[in-house]
């Protein structure tokens, strides 16, 4: 907030009677400051609109997004269930999907690690039987939503 000196008390112009106050200074639209504020202080504290449940009619439908700098998948599982995951593969970090549409699995496009629409590892390239017990513990971590 060193850009502004002034935005402490142009800020405080805004709490006043309906009368007397101001509309928020075009400052708070663009400083990097103040959005970090927001993330914490709005956004990490409550539940953000993602989509309407009508774009996730039947399983496997996924739509993809960003929240608070975190890709997503946003899709429903077999169950009917809706599941939100981090749109990254555990392997190597890799963006898993884009976008919206229908799929019956998630593969990585890096090394091909594959996981079912619960978000479990089904099957990957190269992994060896020593690790094979550990595989369904693998899952992309899923969020509440």
Known sequence: ????????EELKNCLKSHDASSCIPPVCY??????EIEKDVLFKKQWICIGH???????????TKEILDTPVIIIR?????IRVFANVCRHRSAKLIEGKGNISGIICPFHS?????????KGCLLYTSD?????????????RI
């Open 77 to 81: 599982d077999k169950s009917k269930k």
């Open 53 to 63: 449940v009508s774009f996730l009619k039947k399983a496997g439908d996924y739509i």
């Open 113 to 121: 690690w594959s996981y079912n629409l619960e978000g479990r590892l």
């Open 1 to 8: 907030m060193k850009d502004n000196l002034n935005l402490e």
């Open 30 to 35: 663009s400083n990097e400051e103040i959005l």
């Open 131 to 143: 690790a094979a017990d550990e595989r369904s513990s693998v899952d992309l971590g899923g969020r």
